[in-house]
């Protein structure tokens, strides 16, 4: 729970830093390619985001299925996102498949411990009564 808690917390201080930084930057030197690229990314990640958010509200799967469904409409958003922004040309458009594969096992696994740490709880409060 501490160490989640951290976690959350460095991410959330390090995105803030992130833009910070970079919005000096911008009003001294202008966007760099470097600059485009994070806010790009801080673009995709919001709307996978509420991607995720709808798909957690309106879709009534198993936990597998639900990653399933997914991995291919994630690939699909980060496909279309990555020919927008340039990112992909139709040479290498299946490493979207790639990254997203790679992003989703890690949130599997965070949510994996965060499912038994729920568990734990429950069965303690259980354990009271």
């Known amino acids: 729970m501490l160490i989640r808690r951290i976690l959350k ?18 009003i001294w030197s202008g966007i760099t390619a470097e600059i485009a690229l994070v806010f790009l990314l801080f673009g995709l ?8 958010y709808l798909l957690d509200e309106y879709m009534m799967l198993s936990i597998i299925a639900g990653y399933i469904v997914k991995y291919f409409v994630f690939s699909g958003v980060v496909m279309l996102f990555g ?19 790679v992003v989703l096992v890690l949130t599997f696994v965070l949510d994996v411990f965060k499912v038994h740490r729920d568990i734990e ?9």
């Not at 201080?13 to 833009?19: C, K, N, T, V």
């Not at 020919?83 to 992909?88: L, N, R």
């Not at 709880?121 to 009564?129: G, P, R, S, T």
């Open 45 to 52: 990640a919001f709307i996978i985001t509420v991607v995720n």
């Open 83 to 101: 020919f927008i922004a340039g990112w992909f040309y139709s040479s290498n458009f299946w490493m979207a498949f790639i990254y997203v594969g």
């Open 9 to 26: 917390d460095t991410c959330l201080l390090s995105s803030l830093m992130i833009i910070a930084v970079f919005t000096f930057s911008i």
């Open 121 to 129: 709880y429950i069965n303690e409060h259980l354990a009271k009564y």
